[in-house]
């Protein structure tokens, strides 16, 4: 996700065509935006965090020349819009919101414009050295030679740069130690297969493709050092809102003594949420399970249970890795210091 | 799977077309029913079990004018091939080895021939009793409304009958009881999408299709009252080879107290394997999960881990279901026990 023609459109690679084609595409307006976010062009919670931001900058930038009191309606608005383009993640909240709070004492439409961009390119860049950050934090949850089960993306592809559950892989690569990732596929929209092997084998580092259903299999050989993932929203609690099977991984993880980790940055962590059952689940459409491939796969009209996402209990979670450090349990109170510190922090630096 | 044209050939429905096109195939010779196996066009353990018999006498029909020594050996090389065609299931072994048994002692090529095709013929009918058998047993199992989760299909496309796991289903709808099924898709092939929701849905049957990787979330929801699989083959000791995802689902099952039970055919129990960990497992093609749909869904060339099948210690099996009855832990015993017992008055019946 980036800047292009001087700021004017949010410039992202079209992630459903992976790993076919490698297309970018332009968007601006409010429409474009959300569409690219519901369809999962742009997906990953750090990724459409950014891209709310910029979205919601592109999208106005096009009405200042507005009446003042008509663009700070179309602006709430906007942002309302955007929010509520994937329910799930709360860094999208976080995102649209921040930045639409840094226009809000600005004097004309176009210097609201002109520092919300400023503000969206600070969660661009923060997030940048958030990846890196958690990277630094996880790498030494690696031995050498570790062997690394992941769910989904959550990766370079899911953020603005070397992801998160996927960071201390890169770092641990770059350091020339091996390390050895297991991607599971990631049913229905296969970003495992078609996101997270592709982008991990550009990167020249180890992985091995698996179905879903053989991450139990695939523990229970012995074939398995740990687990991390990302995460789309963390309670107050810890449970863990992410990618639906993840739930699963934590079970079979804590079944065969493997530890689970979960890495995300503090803006995931959301402690207004006091746990997973008030977290809102993304249910997808039936046709991503009935014919995700083109024709159909399953009779045209069976129903189907698809959820985007699934809450995996702090229970499971040996330690939540952000940016500013290793959370282990119980996660109740150090969620919420950790959120005041660098919500506190975020501010005076600001100033 | 029955016979055609005068018992010359086999008449099966191509499974690998389902959902979306229902065409019939003839297998004559062994290199087809090899063929017809080994790419799942026929598949599940008593399925391919009733196949590989009738095969035999097909393939064999074609030499009956051979010297007998050249028959026999030649008899003797296509039981053998036809065996290996997929190994982990013991019932396409038991079931050759059973049909070559009957003609072994027979005067002439066209009396082992015929003696073979009235045992082939007497498996299928023994499948469909056994199929109806399981089902009158495992019926009790079910309460007033069960919701129940299975794993790939062991349904009617599965065996002679209707089904193995899929039996009880079937009798109660029968019966006029309502009941709930739950079928993941089962990734890569997909037969609980392409064949158990296909099937339940001509039968009227309530079946709800879900990703492999959502049967955590499902159960953690509290909708799933038991879960039923079948079985490719059952060591001394319980554990169960079936389907790859079915141990995850046995280690979610018991993580949420759901009893976790396996149906299956006496000639699925194998008293000669010690243990699970002497099924041998089979490999599928690393493209199956890459491109399974057609175009790639993977980068071309990443490596996979692709077992056909995974093993469910027998600790976590509630109880397993036969056409004799139900056997519950400890399964030692009581395997060889049923199995012997079986075999001796199939004997005696013969006589």
């Known amino acids: 996700v980036r800047w292009a023609e001087n700021a004017a459109s949010i410039d992202l690679l079209d992630q459903t065509l992976l790993p076919v084609t490698e297309r970018r595409i332009l968007l601006t307006t409010a429409d474009e935006v959300i569409e690219a976010i519901s369809s999962l062009r742009v997906r990953g919670a750090?990724?459409?965090?950014?891209?709310?931001?910029?979205?919601?900058?592109?999208?106005?930038?096009?009405?200042?020349?507005?009446?003042?009191?008509?663009?700070?309606?179309?602006?709430?608005?906007?942002?309302d819009?955007?929010?509520?383009?994937?329910p799930t993640a709360v860094n999208l909240a976080w995102a649209v919101r921040r930045t639409r709070a840094a226009g809000e004492t600005a004097?004309?439409?176009?210097?609201?414009?002109?520092?919300?961009?400023?503000?969206a390119t600070r969660i661009l860049d923060e997030d940048r050295a958030m990846c890196r950050a958690i990277g630094e934090h996880a790498v030494i949850l690696l031995a050498p030679e570790s062997r690394v089960l992941t769910q989904c993306n959550a990766g370079?592809?899911?953020?603005?740069?070397?992801?998160?559950?996927?960071?201390?892989?890169?770092?641990?690569?770059?350091?020339?130690?091996?390390?050895?990732?297991?991607?599971?596929?990631?049913?229905?929209?296969?970003?495992?297969s078609r996101l997270t092997a592709w982008e991990l084998e550009r990167a020249g580092i180890d992985v091995t493709l698996l179905p879903d259903s053989a991450a139990g299999a695939l523990m229970a050989n012995g074939e398995v050092d740990l687990v991390i993932v990302g995460a789309d929203r963390i309670a107050a609690n810890g449970d863990v809102a992410?990618?639906?099977?993840?739930?699963?991984?934590?079970?079979?993880?804590?079944?065969?003594?493997?530890p689970f980790y979960v890495a995300a940055p503090t803006s995931t962590l959301d402690p207004a949420t006091a746990s997973g059952a008030s977290i809102p689940i993304e249910i997808r459409a039936a046709d991503e399970v009935r014919r995700g491939?083109?024709?159909?796969?399953?009779?045209?009209?069976?129903?189907?249970?698809?959820?985007?996402?699934?809450?995996?209990?702090?229970r499971f979670v040996t330690a939540i890795i952000t940016e500013r450090g290793i959370l282990r349990p119980p996660y109740e109170g150090a969620i919420a210091r950790l959120v005041e510190t660098s919500e506190s922090e975020r501010q005076r630096v600001a100033r």
Chains 1, 2 share one sequence.
Do not use: C, W
């Open 242 to 258: 992410n990618k639906i099977g993840t739930y699963s991984l934590a079970v079979l993880a804590a079944a065969h003594n493997i």
């Open 107 to 119: 004097a004309s439409n176009d210097a609201v414009i002109e520092r919300m961009r400023v503000e």
């Open 293 to 314: 491939f083109g024709a159909f796969t399953s009779p045209p009209d069976v129903p189907v249970f698809a959820p985007a996402f699934d809450i995996t209990p702090g």
């Open 156 to 192: 370079a592809l899911a953020t603005g740069g070397i992801g998160t559950a996927l960071a201390p892989i890169y770092i641990a690569h770059e350091r020339g130690e091996r390390v050895r990732v297991f991607a599971p596929e990631t049913r229905p929209l296969l970003q495992g």
């Open 46 to 79: 750090p990724a459409i965090g950014i891209a709310g931001a910029m979205g919601l900058v592109t999208a106005m930038a096009g009405f200042a020349g507005l009446p003042r009191e008509r663009f700070h309606a179309l602006l709430a608005e906007t942002a």
């Open 81 to 86: 819009r955007i929010v509520a383009a994937r």
